[in-house]
């Protein structure tokens, strides 16, 4: 989302005081008097991880996004209210006890594996239906599946962990507590690498349990779902003892499953198996036997992100099956149709997660979708878009020089969008408008013509679009006859010259420049990536399943950035860990990323901001979380690249920092070197500003939040006025007004 944040006046008093007295230490309560202001947009939502209501009541329902934080509706639907803000804003499993409603069990941590998922710190407990809550445990477990209540005893409780996605960790499998959270017991494991995702009680029999675990793995380049490890079993005894069930399910090698147990009839159990040929299969003997009903697209659509299974409360023959567009089978799988597809199209946002169907009225169904949240009464014919939940995911944001000036930024499989900073009588959901199709990314004005706008999507694919009319048109940069294919990132950057306006840089694994809005591309450089043939296997990426959207795509540029204070200068840095400076324009370059000391090799680049005031001067960060390492990296050069200091030694959002070549030396830095003590930066680090007017303001966007520093990088705090603790993926400082723009990826509002 967008954040219009009038943070630089306050701060730089602030910034002038700390500098007069250098002891003074500043905290999330220092910057209390400054509130951020949400400016939406909540017209298209964000993906929406779990849904659950409380049976019978047609008002209770609870929503959780990926990363936007746990709502809860009084209502029906209509309006929703955050009642996590104070907790990790990534949701992966929500239980309500049956027999006690105001006991909400939440597990942290999107299950849906995509490049771009979040971290959880744990599973938390609530018994005053949302009000105050309690961790119970998990906080190293990363990312919670699902979350079982027995339907007899409230203080049995499984939950599923699915674990850690992008390096080997203990914390995962099926863990059991009998004591309503105050202590666990790990009932299944398999291996640091396999992880339970999914979990189902028999609601007649407890007894029994069924369990799915899976094999996976995430890196930045490639995707790896099942293996020999994957593997479905089931309990007999409470979850005490497990065995694997084989009798029907396929040969070799298994990947994601995903369980659905009859209500009415709980012999008849449903699973979505993920293996070389992918189906449907169906037990009617309580999983001792196994027959494939199913072998179609609609049940095999990329498990690892649609593995959602559920049967209508009240007919064993009536299922859901979670995917681009849900389905629904009334033959007990055999056959399947779209739901809420009609002559006018789909009814509801594409990529549906998560369904709840009241089980004392099984015509009321919510839905979480890629686009918020969809409520229907008529078994899913019709369905109403909740358009208060402000949970739009922006990955970048821009201004443009109007007044009031607009807002610009793209959202997660929400297209890129603007939208005005203020508005009299304030900025509803119509005032944002779309401009282009796809997961949005950057989005720039062109300064020498409003009206145009330039906006790309997923794996590079860049457009110039007129506002007015929304003419748009293709101006990617595309290979000679010569040239090697280019290498475009997922989130491909777009970057607008300070100092010569009109002038485009755009990169793939080379940098381009463009003079003439697009029309033509001059390449300015050689690869600047490692080019590593290791790391270019991305058309094999996705194991059992093959899955390639480009997310994969490695090798290739991911932050841009010339000097406002030199056109020569230009910094450039990589998602394989390249930081590439050239001070002549591009004619020669020089990577630096040798001389950043504490730092892994080939650690990604996630973002570069050179000095407002001395050209010598860049600030960087480096995300190292897509290969285990959750620790914060913020660095300053003011020597262009020959030698950096580290800000904030800090310790990670949630999870303890894993083992990292630095760590021992990070916490034993110095405190005499003048930064601060570990603790002050949280999460892995996003993006990096300096302040256009005083150089001693920073401010820092983390996957866990905000940070400020008034003292150039000595000291941080987090800023917690309006704005939890949500993933900040992008600033930028308008330069008439002087406010802080957020684009947070997860929280919105109108």
């Known amino acids: 989302m967008s954040l ?15 500098a007069r007295a250098q002891a003074v230490r500043i905290d999330s309560e220092t910057l209390g008097g400054l509130e951020a202001r949400s400016i939406g947009p909540a017209a298209m939502g964000g993906r929406v991880t779990a849904v659950d209501g409380v049976a019978g009541d047609r008002v209770t329902i609870y929503a959780g996004a990926a990363g936007g934080g746990l709502w809860k509706s009084a209502d029906g639907a209509v309006q929703f209210s955050p009642i996590f803000d104070k907790y990790n804003q990534s949701i992966g499993a929500i239980a309500i006890d049956p027999h006690a409603p105001a006991t909400l069990w939440v597990g942290t941590g999107e299950p849906w594996t995509r490049n771009s998922v979040s971290a959880g710190d744990g599973v938390y407990k609530s018994t005053d239906a949302g009000d105050t809550w309690v961790r119970v445990g998990f906080e190293d477990s990363e990312r919670i599946a699902r979350i079982a209540v027995h339907p007899n005893d409230g203080n049995t409780v499984f939950v599923c962990a699915l674990g850690h996605l992008f390096d080997d960790h203990q914390e995962r499998g099926v863990y059991r507590t009998r004591d309503g959270g105050k202590s666990w017991d790990r009932v299944l494991y398999v291996a640091p690498d396999t992880g339970c995702a999914d979990l189902a009680i028999d609601p007649q029999d407890p007894a029994i349990l069924y369990a799915a675990m899976w094999q996976v793995r995430r890196r930045p380049d490639f995707f790896t779902s099942g293996g020999p490890r994957s593997a479905f079993f089931k309990s007999i005894d409470g979850g005490s003892h497990w065995l694997p069930m084989r009798n029907g399910l396929p040969e070799g090698e298994l990947g994601r499953i995903a369980i659905a147990i009859a209500p009415s009839k709980p012999s008849t159990v449903y699973a979505t198996v993920e293996a070389k040929t992918s189906g449907l299969y169906r037990s009617d003997d309580r999983g001792q ?11 095999s659509q990329r498990p690892f992100y649609f593995s959602r299974l559920v049967v209508d409360p009240g007919d064993p023959n009536r299922l859901y099956k979670m995917g681009t567009i849900a389905a629904y089978s009334d033959d007990g799988g055999r056959t399947f149709n779209q739901l809420g597809v009609s002559g006018r199209g789909l009814s509801y946002h594409a990529d549906v997660h998560d369904i709840w169907i009241n089980p004392k009225h099984p015509a009321d169904l919510v839905i979480g979708t890629d686009g918020g949240v969809y409520v229907s009464h008529d078994r899913g014919h019709a369905w109403r878009f909740v358009g208060t939940l402000p949970i739009s995911q922006f990955y970048h944001v821009s201004y443009d020089m109007a007044w009031p000036y607009n807002v610009y930024g793209g959202l997660q499989d929400n297209s890129s969008w603007y939208g005005p900073s203020r508005r009299s009588g304030g900025i509803g959901n ?8 796809g997961d949005g990314f950057w989005a720039f004005p062109d300064p020498t013509d409003p009206d145009l706008v330039y906006a790309e999507y997923q794996g590079g694919n860049l457009f ?17 006859e010569s040239d090697p294919k280019f290498r475009f ?3 491909t950057p777009i970057h607008l010259s300070p100092t010569n306006r009109g002038v485009i840089y755009y990169g793939a694994q080379v940098l381009f420049r463009s003079k003439d809005k697009g029309e033509s591309w001059q390449q300015i450089s050689g690869d600047l990536t490692t080019n590593d043939p290791a790391n270019l296997r991305q058309d094999a ?20 950035a010339e000097s406002p204070r030199n056109a020569n200068l230009i910094w450039v840095g990589t998602d394989d860990g390249n930081l590439q400076v050239t001070r002549d324009g591009g004619v020669t370059w020089t990577n630096v990323v040798a001389n950043v000391p504490g730092l892994q090799r080939r650690t990604w680049v996630s973002s570069v901001e050179p000095g407002h005031f001395d050209e010598a001067v860049a ?21 262009f690249g020959k030698t950096w200091q580290r800000l904030g030694v800090a310790t990670p959002a949630g999870p303890k920092p894993r083992a990292t070549a630095d760590r021992a030396a990070a916490a034993d830095a110095p405190v005499g070197q003048g930064f601060s003590l570990a603790g002050d930066l949280r999460g892995y680090a996003h993006v990096v500003k300096e302040d256009s007017v005083n150089p001693a303001l920073l401010f820092v966007g983390t996957e866990s939040g905000l940070f400020v520093s008034v003292d150039g990088g000595r000291q941080w705090a987090q800023f917690t006025s309006g704005l939890p603790g949500v993933a900040v993926r992008d600033l930028a400082i308008h330069p008439r007004e002087h406010d802080l723009i957020v684009a947070t990826h ?3 509002t109108t």
């Open 619 to 639: 600030y960087v960060t480096f995300d190292g979380h897509m290969t285990g390492d959750m620790t914060t990296y913020v660095y300053r050069t003011a020597d």
């Open 489 to 491: 990132n997922w989130n």
């Open 464 to 480: 110039r679009v007129r506002r007015s009319t929304l003419e748009t048109k293709d101006i990617r940069p595309a290979p000679g």
């Open 289 to 299: 036997s196994w027959v494939v009903v199913n072998t179609t697209s609609t049940v």
């Open 746 to 748: 997860g929280r919105a």
């Open 541 to 560: 990426s996705g194991g059992l399943t093959p899955d390639n959207s480009s997310a994969e795509n490695y090798c290739t540029i991911f932050a841009i």
């Open 430 to 437: 119509r005032h944002w408008q779309s401009l282009t199709g």
């Open 4 to 18: 219009r944040l009038p943070l630089a006046l306050g701060l730089l008093v602030l910034a002038a005081s700390a």
